[in-house]
C-alpha cells in the first residue's frame, strides 16, 4: 500500500496542472502561448540546466556517465523510430524527433524529483539536458533536413550546460544568490510549461492513423531499452530508476513546437496525434514505471 501512495505523491502533481492548462485552454481557446515558449527555451531552461546540475550533489562524473547513457538510450530510440517508420511509410526524418526524444524535461524531471528527491533530480538533469540539447540542434536539423552550425551556436542550453560541466569541474560552490535565482526560475519554468503541455492538447488536430504504433514504440519500448543499458553497465540505486523513468515519458511538446517551425501541415498533424496519444498512454504506463523503478532501483 505504500509503493501505491507513493506513486500517487509522484503522479498526481503533474498531472493536476496538466489538467489546469486544459481546462484554461478549453475555457480560453485563445489563449497565447508563445510567451512560455520564448521564457521556457531562452530563459527557463538555461536556468533549470544549471540549477539541477549545479546544486543537487552531482559529480562531474556522474553527470558525464548519465549524459553518455542518454545518449545511447536516444540511439536505440532511433533505431526503432527509424525502423517503424520505414515500415509504416512515414517521413525518416520530419516524423523521427517524437519517436528519439521523450518528455524528460517538463514531466520527467518533476517525477524523478517526485520519486527520489534532490538526489535524483541531478541525475534527471544529466539526462534531460540532452534532450534539451537535441531539441535544439538534431531537432531543427531533422525538421528541416538541412545541417545548420549557427543554431547549435545560438542556443541557450548549450551554454548552460558548458557553465554548468565549469562548475562542477572545478567544484566551484554555487553563490546563493544565483542559487535561489536559477531555483525560482526552475520551477516556474516546470509550472508554467507543465500548464502549456495541457493546454497544448486542446489544440492539437487528431490523426490517429497510425498513432497508437508510434506511442507504443515510444512509451513502451522505450523503457526496454533502458533496462538493456541498467543491465549491460551494471547501474543500480536511484540513478539507474532515474535512467528508467525518463526513457518512459512520453513525446516531447517541444517536438510539434520546432517542427511546426519547419514541417508541413500533414507532418504536423502526423506529430501531434502521437504527442497526444503518447500522452494519454503515459497516465497509465508512467506508474507501472515509477512503481517498479521503486521497487527494484531504490
Known sequence: ????????????????????????????????????????????????????????????????????????????????????????????????????????????????????????????SAIASVIILLHFTV??????????FNIFVKSPPVYAIIISVIFLYFQIETPLFLENTTFLLTYATIFLVLMSLGIALTRFQFSLKDSIMLSL???ILGPFIALLII?????????????????????????????????????MDSIASTIVVSTLMSFISIPIVVFFALKYFN
Open 1 to 124: 500500500m505504500e509503493i501505491y501512495l507513493k506513486i500517487f505523491e509522484v503522479i498526481f502533481p503533474v498531472f493536476f496542472v496538466i489538467g489546469v492548462g486544459y481546462y484554461l485552454g478549453k475555457k480560453n481557446p485563445n489563449i497565447d502561448t508563445n510567451f512560455i515558449t520564448n521564457f521556457a527555451g531562452n530563459i527557463g531552461t538555461p536556468a533549470m540546466i544549471f540549477y539541477t546540475v549545479t546544486t543537487t550533489g552531482i559529480s562531474l562524473s556522474i553527470f558525464t556517465q548519465y549524459f553518455i547513457y542518454a545518449l545511447l538510450m536516444i540511439g536505440g530510440f532511433a533505431i526503432l523510430g527509424l525502423i517503424l517508420l520505414f515500415l509504416l511509410n512515414k517521413d525518416l526524418s520530419m516524423e523521427l524527433p517524437p519517436l528519439i526524444l521523450p518528455n524528460t524535461g517538463n514531466m520527467g524531471i518533476p517525477i524523478c524529483l517526485f520519486a527520489y528527491g534532490t538526489q535524483g533530480l541531478g541525475v534527471a
Open 139 to 148: 531537432g531543427v536539423f531533422l525538421a528541416q533536413k538541412k545541417f545548420s
Open 217 to 219: 514504440c515510444r512509451i
Open 231 to 267: 543491465y549491460n553497465f551494471d547501474l543500480s540505486g536511484f540513478a539507474a530508476g532515474v535512467l528508467l523513468i525518463q526513457s518512459a515519458m512520453p513525446s516531447a511538446v517541444l517536438t510539434y513546437l520546432v517542427g511546426s517551425m519547419y514541417s508541413p501541415k500533414k507532418i
